[in-house]
Every structure is written in C-alpha cells, then in structure tokens.
C-alpha cells in the first residue's frame, strides 16, 4: 500500500512537471489578420503592397535628401531623418506579415518571432515619441530663443538627444519584453490581430500578468505621457510667441516651420490615445484593430507625405536632384 502510495505520488509530480512544460512552451502562434471579404482579397493585398513601396521609397528618399543636400544640413532635418528610419523600421516589422496575412487568410509565426515583433514594435513606438519631443524641442528654441538658436542646437547636442531616444527606448521596452517571455501560456494560440500587439499576447497567458501591466504602465508614463506633456507646453509657448507677431504674413511664416510637426503628432498620439488609454468598454474588436491599422501602417506612410508638401526646402532639394539627373541623362 505504502509502496502504491509512493508510485502515484511520483506519476502525479511527473504528470504536473509535464503539464507545465506544455503549457509554458509554445511553438507557433497563428495571426487571424483582418478577416476581409474573399472578393476584395487581391485588392487590399496590392494596396497594402504599395503602401509598403511607398513608406520604404518616401523615407528613404527624406534620408538620401537630408545627407547629400548641403541646404538640409541642420538640426530639423537631421531629426527628420531619424523619424524617417523609424518609419522604414515599424513598416518593416508590421507591414509584410500584414500582406502574408492577408493574402493567405492568416499567418503562422513562431512565439520567438512573435516577441521579436512585439519588441520592435515597441522600440519604434517609443523611439518616435521621445523623437517627436525632441523635434518639438527644436522648434521651439528656433521660434522662442531664435538669437540662441545656433548655440544651443549644436552638432554635439543633436547626437546626443538621438543617441538617448534610441538607447532609451531599447532598453526599457527589453524589461517587459523579458517579462513576458518568461511568462506561461496555455492557448489557444490564436491572435485576433494581424500583429502581435501586447493585449493579444496577453490573453494566451494563464499567467498573472500584473507585473506585466505594472512595467507597461511605467514605460507609457515615461515614453508617451511625460514627452506628450513636454509638447503641449512647448506648443503653448510657441503659440504665445506667435501670437506676439504684429502681422499676419509673419506669423503664417513663422507656424509654417512647426505646422508639419504638429500635424503629425496630433495624428500620432492621437490615435495612440484611442486604442491604449480610452476605457475599450463596449469597442469593438475592429474598431481597435482599424485604430492600430492606422498608426503602424498609415502613419509611417503620411509622415514623409506632409513634410514634403509642406516643406519647400525639400521641394528645392528634390526639384534639384532632378534637374541634376536630367542634365546629366541629355549630355550623354
């Protein structure tokens, strides 16, 4: 008896020991996407496809401008050209999985790939809010401290504000990113999403994920609600500068140079705040995943759309590469 005893005891520890190792490894998740009507299928596949072409071309273009265009040497387009390379790498980290999804009516990606998403997701997110704060710093010593303007957003000063943004946001986004890894999930593996975005991830867990929430609480604090903050006030200042101004020719001048910026981050942040901070009582599914469509797909697509046709800078250096091509293309 004691001995019946002592072998069920062993087969029950081997059984829990077993049971837990199938729940807290997972081998492959599957991505719904976005469950389109089968008639529009090759339509929404070639628009996104030319989304995609379109966002990699326009930023690398903003990039290749912002090197080679001597008129572009200055503090404003080099930021730019940092938000550009943050737009090439959220596209490229969202985009292709999204037309695999669409295309083939879902997508199976490893749980190892699915956290990799997750984590540069969360990495360009973070990297274009503390470089939206930067770039609004930028004009606001330009339009408020205009005298001090080469003095203070110096060379050394830019480097390092970009070098912050980047480090700062890989390794902070790495602690909840750790967190989750380790957590234990017990399916089923299926994401109603067409990205692995932190709630979907979340709901595969039989974990507590309180630690979890903990850490993302402190992190959108940190990266979103503060840099959100800094803006306002920044754009308060500007505005009273502004409004200082006695003609209005001049001031139309002067928020021409921040009207690009502050287009962006109102489109930015503000769908930001309807898929993570507004209460999703009574939101539907697709409505958050339309929302979350717009801000890693859309936005990195507009961005260097509005600068450029609101920048006559960038219209000069482009028309200029162009005449430059065309010259050299009828001498030979």
């Not at 390092?160 to 602690?175: A, D, E, H, N, Y």
């Not at 009582?281 to 450029?308: A, E, H």
Request: glycine residues 4%; proline residues 4%; hydrophobic residues 50%.
């Amino acid at each position: 008896m004691a001995f019946g005893m002592l072998y069920q005891g062993i087969s029950n520890s081997r059984s829990e020991v077993m049971e837990e190792k199938n729940v807290s490894s997972i081998a492959m998740i599957h991505l719904l996407g976005l469950q389109i009507p089968h008639n529009v299928t090759f339509w929404i596949f070639f628009l996104f496809l030319l989304i995609y072409c379109v966002t990699i071309c326009g930023n690398l273009l903003i990039i290749t401008l912002v090197f080679y265009s001597k008129s572009l040497h200055s503090p404003m387009y080099f930021f730019l050209s940092q938000l550009s390379a943050l737009d090439i790498l959220l596209a490229t980290n969202i985009l292709p999985n999204t037309i695999h999804a669409v295309l083939m009516k879902g997508t199976i990606i490893s749980f190892s790939d699915c956290i990799a998403q997750f984590y540069f997701f969360c990495v360009s997110e973070a990297s274009e809010c503390l470089l939206l704060t930067v770039m609004c710093y930028d004009r606001y010593v330009a339009i408020c401290k205009p005298l001090q303007y080469t003095l203070v957003m110096n060379v050394q000063l830019c480097w390092v504000m970009i070098i912050t943004c980047w480090v700062l946001s890989v390794l902070i986004v790495l602690v909840p990113t750790i967190t989750i890894s380790k957590l234990q999930f017990c399916g089923p593996y299926i994401v109603d999403h067409f990205f692995c975005d932190l709630d979907p991830i979340l709901q595969l867990s039989c974990s507590d994920p309180v630690v979890v929430k903990f850490e993302v609480t402190l992190i959108i604090f940190g990266s979103v609600v503060i840099p959100f903050f800094i803006i306002i006030v920044s754009y308060v200042y500007i505005i009273f500068i502004i409004f200082k101004i006695p003609s209005i020719t001049g001031r139309k001048k002067v928020f021409s140079t921040c009207s690009s910026h502050l287009t962006v981050v109102c489109i930015y942040y503000g769908t930001i705040v309807c898929v993570y901070l507004v209460p999703r009582r009574g939101q539907s599914w697709d409505i958050t995943k339309f929302l979350s469509l717009f801000y890693t797909v859309v936005t990195p697509l507009m961005n260097p759309i509005i600068y450029s046709l609101r920048n006559k800078d960038l219209k000069k250096a482009v028309a200029k590469i162009i005449n430059h091509c065309l010259h050299l293309h009828f001498r030979k």
